[in-house]
């Protein structure tokens, strides 16, 4: 079977398209990391904005790029393939997560919601490395 990797598929579309999933990861999980820092500081509420408005938008587009890449591919990529199926479960929980664990813990300044910000953030990186591994090297393809 000869396997290409996607990402240097030789046309402009879909480097375009990867470039914009990339670039969608890049706006969906690096806010993240800084929420911690940012709920020690005191600004809950601009941390909890910025979630609402930059990290669950690119999620989305996450999921519309990663799709178009999909659709755009070799037959050896479509949604059949184990890593693509388990990279949805993946993001779909990392959704479920940001909305509600991280979400509603922005904005509330008991220890509990502390709690449950530190497991959202942690799940959050946990889901981003499987995401990771799961597009580099593709498992069950």
């Not at 999933?21 to 709920?39: D, E």
């Amino acid at each position: 079977m000869r396997v290409v990797l996607a990402v240097l598929l030789d046309t402009f579309p879909f480097r375009l398209m990867a470039l914009l999933h990339i670039a969608a990861a890049i706006m969906a999980f690096g806010p993240v990391m800084l929420y911690p820092s940012l709920r020690r500081a005191g600004e809950t509420r601009a941390a909890a904005a910025a979630h609402v408005r930059i990290t669950l938008p690119a999620l989305v587009l996450l999921w519309v790029f990663g799709m178009g890449l999909a659709g755009m591919s070799e037959d050896a990529y479509k949604m059949s393939q184990t890593w693509l199926a388990l990279s949805l479960v993946d993001w779909a929980v990392l959704v479920a997560v940001s909305w509600f664990l991280i979400r509603p813990a922005m904005t509330d300044t008991s220890d509990a919601a502390k709690g449950k910000l530190a497991a959202g953030v942690g799940i959050t990186h946990l889901g981003m490395v499987i995401g990771l591994v799961l597009m580099i090297w593709k498992p069950g393809l």
